[in-house]
Nanobody, 123 residues
Framework: QVQLVESGGGLVQPGGSLRLSCAAS????????MGWYRQALGKERELVAV???????NYADSVKGRFTISRDNVKNTVYLQMNSLKPEDTAVYYC?????????????????WGQGTQVTVSS
């Protein structure tokens, strides 16, 4: 099996910065896209940013120019640098990746979610 473990959430004042990390572990053969989603209280989960295995990135309009997604393919880790944070960025942030891995002796592919990390932007 594979899993994603997130870290780096917390409480920050408006205008501040946070860096989220998400590390994949397990019998991994390769990872296709990796991304971050968020879900605010009472709202649907939405895409924040995604990065392909080749390094192409895409961002939600609401975070363009403030957030930067990057990945380390050696460490199987994706990062989200969040700057100029606003109260409306408050949400649980989830990591997602499409992973090719070995399970019970066979190659398998699956989208995997992390457990989520809370980001709160408040004065």
């Amino acid at each position: 099996q594979v899993q994603l473990v997130e870290s780096g959430g917390g409480l920050v004042q408006p205008g501040g910065s946070l860096r989220l990390s998400c590390a994949a572990s397990g019998s991994i053969l390769s990872i296709n896209h990796m991304g971050w989603y968020r879900q605010a209280l009472g709202k649907e989960r939405e895409l924040v940013a995604v990065v392909t295995s080749g390094g192409t990135t895409n961002y939600a309009d609401s975070v363009k120019g403030r957030f930067t997604i990057s990945r380390d393919n050696v460490k199987n880790t994706v990062y989200l640098q969040m700057n100029s944070l606003k109260p409306e960025d408050t949400a649980v942030y989830y990591c997602n990746a499409y992973i090719l891995y070995i399970s019970t002796g066979r190659n398998r592919a699956s989208g995997v979610w992390g457990q989520g990390t809370q980001v709160t932007v408040s004065s």
